[in-house]
């Protein structure tokens, strides 16, 4: 038995970093977090670039949820910047809201059209309401119809031909169901009544999470180079048994050497380019849904608030299969039946170790949000901490 751990956490992302500290302050527990890359924060990691831009690495993220306690929760290591974001997608030059709302309707169909097919939408589902765009185009009516031809042709169909390879109604509903059509003048990208950007960004928030007396941290580390799982069972820390429970937040197939088969992923690559401008697009992210190779293009400054004259930083991102090649992230699962499947296989292993935990969105192969990552890790602490003796 290791002495001086009584947790073990792997990863220093949202998962990992919320478990952690709840493990270590709420618990007192003498929690050992090892992460392989150089960095705390996981996918949300930001950092000034050459330039003095300060940019997320690993794609752009902005903060939102209906989640109280989350709010609540992370607000113990940050404060917030006002922070609503607005997304538009580019249509053959003319930059109209995302998710498709009656002001992109006004835009793609003119006023006298949009009006009409307003009070038709509006009378079919409702004043305010979110409507998928695999449900839309079941309407019978032949100018919502139309209507949902256009949108499902100009949003949905090429972005997310490049964004998962597959057409909207191959991939699952959920996905789409995110940025569903909008019957609504609201043009916010979410209307979570918390959203905002940590104000001196992701990157503190975590330090100030991952500071606490009880919290050993680790970069650099592989937990395969500390941790092994015998056949036989148990897990081992430095080659010794360790009893106490085990939060893994990586990926499950890699625990087991792959052995049934890769868990399909889709990775990106991120083009990030600095213009000497003060500001180079007109929105934070604009989507690219019918034209260009990437999916879309973020600025960071309009979404950080940074004020840098003379200098600013945008990313372009193209996705592609994840072949775990050359150091390529897996970024979003790919949710299917078989995957999940797979995954199971995978998961009925590590449970099979007993206080073995998969939390996050590469563990429990999942399309989670941040604060959903958030709520899960408090909650699953919720539980161990009411365990006798964790
Ligand atoms: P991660 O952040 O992936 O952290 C896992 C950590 O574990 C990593 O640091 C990894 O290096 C480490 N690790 C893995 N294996 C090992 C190992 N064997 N040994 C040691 N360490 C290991 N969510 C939002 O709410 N808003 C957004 O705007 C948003 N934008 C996104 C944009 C993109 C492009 C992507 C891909 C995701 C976005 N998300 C967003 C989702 C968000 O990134 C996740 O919800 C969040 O990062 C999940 O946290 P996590 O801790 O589960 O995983
Ligand atoms: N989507 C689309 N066009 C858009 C925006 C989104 O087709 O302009 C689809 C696409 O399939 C995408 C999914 O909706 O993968 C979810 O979009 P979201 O912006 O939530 O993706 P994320 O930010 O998680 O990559």
New binding site residues.
């Given amino acids: 038995m290791d002495q001086n751990f009584d947790c073990l956490v ?7 970093a919320v478990a952690a500290r709840e493990l270590a302050e709420r618990g007192g527990k003498r929690v050992l977090v ?4 150089d960095h705390i924060g ?3 990691y930001d950092c000034l670039d050459n330039a003095g831009v300060l940019i997320h690495q ?7 949820t209906a989640n109280r306690r989350v709010y609540e929760y992370l607000s113990r290591f940050t404060q917030w910047r006002d922070y609503q974001h607005r997304v538009v997608a580019n249509v053959y030059g003319v930059e109209m809201p995302v998710p498709f709302n009656l002001t992109s309707l006004m835009l793609a169909f003119g006023l006298e059209k949009a009006e009409i097919l307003e009070q038709k939408l509006v009378e079919a589902y409702g004043p305010e309401k979110k409507v998928t765009i695999l449900e839309l185009r079941q309407n019978p009516d032949p100018q919502i119809a139309d209507l949902a031809e256009y949108v499902y042709q100009h949003v949905f169909l090429y972005y997310t031909m490049k964004q998962w390879g597959q057409k909207p109604e191959e991939i699952d509903p959920n996905t789409t169901a995110r940025v569903p059509v909008f019957l609504s003048r609201d043009d916010r990208y979410f209307q979570d009544p918390y959203q905002g950007m940590p104000l001196e960004g992701y990157t503190p928030l975590f330090r100030r999470m991952l500071h606490h007396p009880n919290i050993t941290v680790v970069l650099g ?4 180079r500390r941790m092994t799982l015998p056949e036989e069972g148990g897990v081992l820390l430095d080659g010794a048994p360790f009893t106490g429970p085990v939060i893994y ?3 499950v197939d ?1 625990l087991f050497g792959c052995r049934f088969g890769r868990l399909p992923y889709r990775t ?1 690559d991120f083009r990030f380019e600095t213009y000497d401008v003060d500001q180079w697009q007109s929105h934070a992210t604009v989507n690219y849904t019918v034209s260009e190779p990437w999916t879309r293009i973020t600025e960071f400054k309009l979404l950080t608030g940074q004020v840098l004259p003379g200098k600013t930083t945008i990313a372009k991102e193209i996705s592609r299969p994840y072949t775990a090649e050359d150091g390529q992230i897996p ?2 699962a790919i949710i299917n039946p078989e995957n999940n499947a797979l995954y199971a296989r995978y998961k009925a292993l590590a449970e099979g170790r007993g206080r073995f935990y998969l939390l ?3 563990a429990e192969y999942k399309y ?4 959903a ?1 958030v709520a899960r890790a408090l909650e699953l602490c919720d539980g161990l901490l009411e365990e006798k003796g964790v």
Avoid: K
């Fill in positions: 792997i990863g220093a992302g949202f998962a990992g090892l992460e392989r890359r996981g996918n949300a690993y794609g752009p993220h902005i903060f939102h580390e592989d937990a395969s937040t990586g990926a890699e990106l970024y979003y996050g969105r590469l989670y949000n941040m604060d990552i």
